[in-house]
């Protein structure tokens, strides 16, 4: 009977703790939230680093300027090819907290 008691007092004191994540999370399984609230010069120092340790890219892709505002980006500048301004945007859009980039790069021949 004691054994019984106490195993229902552990599974009860589990639900509790369960119901309490829950509440904290949401459903039960949903994930934490991960959205920082991170500053646009953040943002834009998080860009540019991302865009610096990309060897692959050339050395005018990798110094675009990069201007955040509101977690909009625009980037200017000029680079060789128009596959390398898609992989920029990419790359700034996957910095967390950017909401939108405009691609204001040219093409240089």
Known sequence: MKNQLALL????FLGVAVNAQEGAYGR??????TMMNYSDSDLAS??????ER?????HEARNVNIKIRD???V?????????EGDILKKKVMAVEG????????????
């Open 9 to 12: 007092l552990a599974i009860a």
């Open 28 to 33: 039960r399984g949903s994930q934490r939230p």
């Open 46 to 51: 998080m860009a540019r680093r991302s865009l």
């Open 54 to 58: 990309d060897t692959t890219l050339s």
């Open 71 to 73: 977690g909009r980006a």
């Open 75 to 83: 980037l200017q500048g000029a680079i060789s090819s128009p596959e």
């Open 98 to 109: 950017v909401r939108d980039v405009q691609n204001n790069i040219s093409i240089q021949e």
